[in-house]
Nanobody, 122 residues
Framework: VQLVESGGGLVQTGGSLRLSCVNS????????MGWYRQNPGKERESVAT???????NYADFVKGRFTISKNIAGNTLYLQLNNLSPEDTAVYYC?????????????????WGQGTQVTVPS
């Protein structure tokens, strides 16, 4: 598994960007995928997630501005960001989760991309 993000950049307040995340390793099915973001000195926070079946979940601060989606094969993840503000400035990371069962124990394995910078000047 190798997650590779793209699509970040500098955009003015109110602008839009579309982030993409490709699993260049291919041939892998994830139970859940998502986008997280982080600023220096702060904890990484969840932005949006999508399950294998397509159920989505968004952070409250998204407020209908962002849309998470994936392609049919499930190996490419997208995040459409609209109406961006300076508070959205961060490094955005792609995340993929695989759950495995061993006996009575359930294990979670996370995969992360290298991140893509989104900058909205104030």
């Amino acid at each position: 598994v190798q997650l590779v993000e793209s699509g970040g950049g500098l955009v003015q307040t109110g602008g839009s960007l579309r982030l993409s995340c490709v699993n260049s390793g291919g041939g892998f099915s994830f139970d859940e995928m998502g986008w997280y973001r982080q600023n220096p000195g702060k904890e990484r926070e969840s932005v949006a997630t999508i399950t294998h079946s397509g159920e989505t979940n968004y952070a409250d601060f998204v407020k209908g501005r962002f849309t998470i989606s994936k392609n049919i094969a499930g190996n490419t993840l997208y995040l459409q960001l609209n109406n961006l503000s300076p508070e959205d400035t961060a490094v955005y990371y792609c995340n993929a989760v695989v759950w495995t069962n061993k006996g009575w124990t359930r294990y979670r394995r996370d995969y992360w991309g290298q991140g893509t910078q989104v900058t909205v000047p104030s």
